[in-house]
């Protein structure tokens, strides 16, 4: 069984700082492409940027200059470092993993950004 857990959230004023991690553990044989997603309060969950084993990335536009996307393959972790967060950054993030022979259904339970205006 693998697991995600994520951690780093919490409040923050506009124009702050966060930086989110999500570990995997459990039996891995390998983890292609993680990502970052996010769920606003009465909202569906969005993609906000997802990495490949190779460190190719993508990003949502309205993210783009302000969020970075990264991983440390050897700790099985991916990371969200936020900077210049506005109020609308508010949301669950979650974590996802496509893992080798297990696919891509694996998500963490979640870590709430809030951000102050």
């Known amino acids: 069984q693998v697991q995600l857990v994520e951690s780093g959230g919490g409040l923050v004023q506009a124009g702050g700082s966060l930086r989110l991690s999500c570990a995997a553990s459990?039996?891995?044989?390998?983890?292609?492409?993680m990502g970052w997603y996010r769920q606003a309060p009465g909202k569906q969950r969005d993609l906000v940027a997802t990495?490949?084993?190779?460190?190719?990335?993508n990003y949502v536009d309205s993210v783009k200059g302000r969020f970075t996307i990264s991983r440390d393959n050897a700790k099985n972790t991916v990371y969200l470092q936020m900077n210049s967060l506005k109020p609308e950054d508010t949301a669950v993030y979650y974590c996802?993993?496509?893992?080798?022979?297990?696919?891509?259904?694996?998500w963490g339970k979640g870590t709430l950004v809030t951000v102050s205006s």
């Open positions: 996802n993993a496509d893992f080798v022979l297990l696919g891509s259904d694996y």
């Open positions: 459990g039996k891995i044989f390998g983890i292609k492409t």
């Open positions: 990495i490949t084993s190779g460190g190719s990335t």
